[in-house]
């Protein structure tokens, strides 16, 4: 996602629908949830000399204030994909909250208006769907430019960015940049909430096989710099994945032992990749816990607040590295009646390693009482008679 020039709900849509996520499946999401209330189009336009697609809600009915609960309640009984709903609960919840702290307002009482009233509710429901009907498996984002000046608001004259986009932002993980050229408000609070929603981390751009490309316009059409973003849709090369990853690291010397499981759980839940402590001696003799946690970049800051919190460290170091990943895909074998997952590691191809996902394993084991080794063997015979071993093709 190229937001340098700015993001707003309706030129993400745009961007996508230009890419080649199906109008159809848009409009079908979005009439789910706001049956014959509004109409989603699309117009051929260019921005600062630039083609781009942008995309139209138009109003067909009236539509009814109603608070973040209602939109919550429409959005939870509409017949949605799970990854549209879920994805755009998301992306509404992060809103709400940011307009409840912005405005003093509980969050279940902060109202449409607040959050980008029934236009707005088109353009989340239908990127949600676009990225659905994609099939992208994962959202990257690049800086953000929010542009400068003030805006005009409900509320009044506004410092841009307005204090919803910087709730918004604040432990998103997103990167914003500075830019001369960006005059008022370039980057809204709905576009701001879709990329602190939905992307995995921050890319300096694709990497890969670059398969579309997709310019959505905004409303707008500036001289000097289109007013635009754009997506690139690209898929992992052959060669074995590279990525960019932060350790997150401290050094803690007065932590009960018995807490450490418990933090290790949190930080998994937090969204690390992987954690491990390391026993060290310190200074004075002292013996220690180095805990390392391996994040998206993305998940930085929240992953240095759960350390923060649950250890007793008066600091958190970190840093980026680089990781060449195999390509992974998970598949399902019968063991003993049940289903257990294996994970399969491959390159080019050719499967390098099977793994079964031990807490399959270790129900299978608990519930009818066979020993955790032989299930295990059990798993990896099982993924072998199915074809799925070391040097088979995938």
């Given at each position: 996602?190229?937001?340098?020039?700015?993001?707003?709900?309706?030129?993400?849509?745009?961007?996508?629908?230009?890419?080649?996520?199906?109008?159809?499946?848009?409009?079908?999401?979005?009439?789910?949830?706001?049956?014959?209330?509004?109409?989603?189009?699309?117009?051929?336009?260019?921005?600062?000399?630039?083609?781009?697609?942008?995309?139209?809600?138009?109003?067909?009915?009236?539509?009814?204030?109603?608070?973040?609960?209602?939109?919550?309640?429409?959005?939870?009984?509409?017949?949605?994909?799970?990854?549209?709903?879920?994805?755009?609960?998301?992306?509404?919840?992060?809103?709400?909250?940011?307009?409840?702290?912005?405005?003093?307002?509980?969050?279940?009482?902060?109202?449409?208006?607040?959050?980008?009233?029934?236009?707005?509710?088109?353009?989340?429901?239908?990127?949600?769907?676009?990225?659905?009907?994609?099939?992208?498996d994962?959202?990257?984002?690049?800086?953000?430019?929010?542009?400068?000046?003030?805006?005009?608001?409900?509320?009044?004259?506004?410092?841009?960015?307005?204090?919803?986009?910087?709730?918004?932002?604040?432990?998103?993980?997103?990167?914003?940049?500075?830019?001369?050229?960006?005059v008022?408000?370039?980057?809204?609070?709905?576009?701001?909430?879709?990329?602190?929603?939905?992307a995995?981390?921050?890319?300096?751009?694709?990497?890969?096989?670059?398969?579309?490309?997709?310019?959505?316009?905004?409303?707008?059409?500036?001289?000097?710099?289109?007013?635009?973003?754009?997506?690139?849709?690209?898929?992992?090369?052959?060669?074995?994945?590279?990525?960019?990853?932060?350790?997150?690291?401290?050094?803690?010397?007065?932590?009960?032992?018995?807490?450490?499981?418990?933090?290790?759980?949190?930080?998994?839940?937090?969204g690390?990749?992987?954690?491990?402590?390391?026993?060290?001696?310190?200074?004075?003799?002292?013996?220690?816990?180095?805990?390392?946690?391996?994040?998206?970049?993305?998940?930085?800051?929240?992953?240095?607040?759960?350390?923060?919190?649950?250890?007793?460290?008066?600091?958190?170091?970190?840093?980026?590295?680089?990781?060449?990943?195999?390509?992974?895909?998970?598949?399902e074998?019968?063991?003993?009646?049940?289903?257990?997952?294996?994970?399969?590691?491959?390159?080019?191809?050719?499967?390098?390693?099977?793994?079964?996902?031990?807490?399959?394993?270790?129900e299978?084991?608990l519930?009818?009482?066979?020993?955790?080794?032989?299930?295990?063997?059990?798993?990896?015979?099982?993924?072998?008679?199915?074809?799925?071993?070391?040097?088979?093709?995938?």
């Amino acid at each position: 996602m190229d937001a340098s020039a700015g993001v707003a709900g309706d030129m993400l849509l745009g961007a996508l629908l230009d890419a080649g996520a199906g109008l159809d499946a848009v409009r079908r999401a979005v009439a789910e949830v706001l049956p014959e209330e509004v109409e989603v189009g699309v117009e051929r336009v260019t921005r600062a000399g630039l083609g781009a697609l942008h995309a139209t809600v138009r109003h067909t009915a009236p539509s009814p204030v109603r608070a973040w609960s209602d939109l919550r309640d429409l959005l939870g009984a509409a017949r949605l994909d799970e990854r549209v709903r879920t994805d755009a609960l998301r992306t509404f919840g992060l809103l709400a909250q940011a307009e409840s702290r912005a405005h003093g307002i509980p969050v279940d009482e902060v109202h449409f208006h607040e959050v980008g009233a029934w236009d707005s509710v088109a353009d989340v429901v239908g990127v949600c769907a676009a990225l659905a009907d994609l099939e992208v498996d994962r959202l990257t984002c690049g800086p953000v430019g929010l542009g400068s000046g003030t805006v005009r608001t409900d509320h009044g004259t506004m410092p841009v960015p307005v204090p919803a986009v910087l709730g918004v932002l604040t432990g998103s993980g997103l990167v914003t940049t500075a830019d001369d050229t960006l005059v008022g408000e370039c980057a809204t609070p709905t576009g701001v909430a879709l990329l602190a929603a939905l992307a995995g981390g921050h890319a300096r751009g694709p990497e890969g096989l670059v398969v579309a490309g997709g310019t959505g316009a905004g409303t707008r059409d500036t001289e000097g710099r289109a007013n635009v973003t754009r997506v690139v849709l690209h898929e992992p090369s052959s060669a074995p994945h590279e990525q960019t990853l932060v350790e997150v690291g401290a050094t803690v010397d007065d932590l009960d032992p018995r807490v450490w499981p418990a933090v290790v759980e949190e930080l998994l839940l937090g969204g690390a990749l992987d954690v491990w402590t390391t026993p060290v001696l310190m200074k004075k003799g002292r013996h220690g816990t180095v805990v390392t946690a391996l994040v998206e970049p993305g998940d930085r800051a929240t992953v240095v607040g759960l350390l923060l919190r649950h250890t007793t460290t008066l600091g958190v170091r970190w840093h980026e590295v680089r990781r060449t990943a195999l390509d992974r895909v998970w598949r399902e074998v019968t063991v003993s009646g049940e289903q257990v997952r294996v994970k399969i590691g491959s390159r080019d191809g050719r499967v390098l390693t099977v793994t079964p996902e031990l807490e399959d394993c270790r129900e299978v084991s608990l519930r009818q009482g066979v020993p955790l080794r032989v299930v295990l063997r059990a798993a990896e015979s099982a993924a072998q008679a199915s074809g799925w071993e070391v040097g088979a093709a995938i």
